[in-house]
């Protein structure tokens, strides 16, 4: 599928890198230190539309980056040690940790040797709903949705949608809208048995389906008893708090961090926000947060760490490693800071 946007970002990040701009303006620009985002790492091939191919690496990918960063003077240090180094303001070095959102299986089996192999410290933030089944990975059941129907209809308060979905482009357009429909629509905590409807008659087994695709519980207790790894949490059902009302978003919050705590004996220090961006994250969100007591907390928007952000502990920015941008190239200008400034029109981005 051709994506203008995605192919302008593209010839500019390779045009900075090639040219050395990106070498330039970093020491300006990059900061003290950087959070990695990632999702999944695995070698699986994309699905045929490819829906949800940004949330995926290679594990020799990974190897490269985290290779390629060490070489750069970059020290990967945990989640606990990046709220150290960016509470002082001034680490004498380079700073990077690693965080993983969802829990998915392939972190445990595909990414963790990875991380051993470097000796690299990383941060997997769970929502416990998503690792009990009690929820499905709804993105995933969007393109489940188009990817085995031709004519998909449903309705709305706004009347009905058709789509003919008989074409690979066809099913792209239906996604498209049943994504934005469900995620601004769509109640938060309605969206599943929405879904479920919609994919009847196979809705009882839809999160059970997608759960083999999460860490259960011993295998996060796993994770957490790992020299390496930290266990954060990510709400109970991975829902978007700027959506809940004021007392459902703070017991999303306490209750992750409670749940997490019995499951596994520590209770977390870290959170990462559901999605992240502007309309996901706020203020008040960032106070939540903070008064449920957690050290920090992350959110997707794309930045680096720089100096000030020792007063924005709950709103940190990360870098996305993801599945579009799988050249080192494409890394190297995102840690020069170009590509925050290009983006965001500023150097320290927050909420």
Request: glycine residues 8%; aromatic residues 8%.
């Amino acid at each position: 599928m051709f994506d203008g946007r995605e192919l302008a970002r593209k010839l500019f990040m390779n045009a900075a890198h090639y040219s050395g701009l990106a070498s330039a303006v970093a020491p300006s620009l990059s900061g003290i230190g950087t959070i990695l985002m990632l999702h999944r790492v695995n070698d699986e091939p994309a699905t045929e539309l490819g829906l949800n191919r940004h949330l995926t690496i290679t594990p020799r990918f990974l190897d490269t980056v985290l290779t390629t960063m060490k070489r750069m003077g970059y020290t990967f240090v945990s989640m606990d040690e990046a709220v150290e180094c960016v509470s002082r303001g001034s680490p004498q070095a380079r700073f990077a940790t690693i965080t993983l959102d969802d829990g998915y299986l392939d972190n445990l089996t595909h990414a963790v040797p990875v991380f051993e192999a470097h000796g690299t410290p990383f941060t997997i933030y769970v929502a416990p709903a998503l690792t009990e089944g009690r929820v499905g990975l709804w993105w995933e059941m969007v393109e489940e949705i188009v990817t085995r129907r031709d004519w998909l209809v449903y309705l709305t308060d706004n009347g009905k949608f058709s789509f003919d979905c008989a074409t690979p482009e066809g099913k792209r357009e239906a996604a498209r809208h049943l994504q934005d429909y469900l995620t601004t629509q769509v109640p938060e905590q309605d969206q599943q048995a929405w879904l479920a409807e919609l994919m009847a008659p196979g809705r009882s087994t839809v999160a059970r389906s997608r759960c083999s695709d999460i860490m259960n519980w011993d295998e996060i207790r796993r994770i957490a008893a790992h020299p390496l790894g930290t266990i954060g949490a990510h709400t109970v059902h991975h829902y978007n708090l700027r959506r809940l009302a004021l007392g459902d978003a703070e017991r999303e919050i306490a209750a992750s961090r409670d749940i997490i705590a019995i499951e596994t004996g520590t209770s977390p220090r870290h959170f990462a926000y559901p999605y992240g961006y502007e309309k996901a994250v706020g203020e008040r969100e960032v106070r939540m947060v903070r008064e449920a007591g957690f050290a920090s907390a992350v959110t997707t928007r794309h930045g680096m760490l720089q100096a000030e952000h020792r007063n924005h502990l709950h709103a940190l920015p990360r870098l996305s490693v993801n599945g579009r941008y799988q050249q080192i190239g494409y890394v190297r200008t995102m840690l020069s800071g170009l590509t925050v400034l290009a983006e965001s029109r500023k150097r320290l981005v927050t909420v």
